[in-house]
């Protein structure tokens, strides 16, 4: 496609529900980021996955936190026992490996926990 | 660790004023530095990107300036307008041995309004 597509745009769940987020990354990105945003905060940073592997988990607050990249395409944000701390906004992004590594971002998840 | 903080939190400004965002980081190795707005409810949109070795970048009324040496940076809007009305967010991206590899450290933003 043609940017970075996340889905769902919405997601409303019960608290103690696990809950799977999805990222699409621009054809071609070896770099892959999730990042959470919470109402008038800044951006948190999750994860970062080069290719499928993810050098940097340091951002994730939790064990109920899991994340998963297939090859250099979709990645999936799974998030166990939801808590209403958990409500936010999640944020994908991806950039090429190499040139200008410009990061583009999708239009994020919004999850509330209820 | 970097550490990434913008200058104001806010601002508010009449339209057709020039006015300068302000970004400074604590780590000046870095890959290079990108400025995105955000609108509410909304992803972000990368404005400019700036190598670390290059100076500034322009698009049409934006102008942003790298000083990496005293780990500044600065994003200029020429003739404010209400559609510029945004959250406006810097983030740098480590220099891992030459590569493009390692997260985006983000500041917090600045909320600019500017109001007809």
């Known amino acids: 496609g043609a940017g970075v597509s996340q889905s769902p745009s919405n997601k409303v769940t019960e608290k103690g529900k696990d809950v799977e987020l999805r990222c699409d990354p621009i054809s071609g990105h070896t770099a892959l980021y999730w990042y959470r945003q919470r109402l008038g905060q800044g951006l948190e940073f999750l994860i970062y996955?080069?290719?499928?592997?993810?050098?940097?988990k340091s951002g994730l607050p939790s064990d109920r936190f899991s994340a998963e990249r297939t090859g250099e395409s979709v990645s999936t944000l799974t998030i166990q026992r939801t808590q209403q701390e958990d409500s936010a906004v999640y944020l994908c992004?991806?950039?090429?490996?190499?040139?200008?590594?410009?990061?583009?971002f999708g239009q994020g998840t919004r999850l509330t926990v209820v | 660790k970097q550490e990434v903080t913008q200058i104001p939190a806010a601002l508010s400004v009449p339209e057709g004023e020039n006015l300068v965002l302000n970004c400074s980081f604590t780590?000046?190795?870095?890959?290079?530095l990108q400025w995105f707005r955000q609108d509410p409810g909304k992803g972000l949109t990368s404005l400019l990107l700036i190598q670390s070795s290059q100076r500034e970048q322009t698009s049409g009324r934006l102008n942003a300036s790298l000083d990496k040496s005293s780990g500044r940076s600065t994003l200029y809007i020429a003739a404010s307008q209400p559609g510029d009305s945004a959250t406006y967010l810097c983030a740098v991206r480590p220099d891992a041995g030459g590569t493009s590899y390692g997260k985006l450290t983000f500041g917090q933003g600045t909320i600019l309004t500017v109001h007809p």
């Open positions: 996955f080069q290719g499928n592997s993810a050098p940097d």
């Open positions: 780590d000046s190795a870095i890959y290079n």
């Open positions: 992004a991806s950039s090429p490996r190499r040139g200008l590594a410009e990061a583009f």
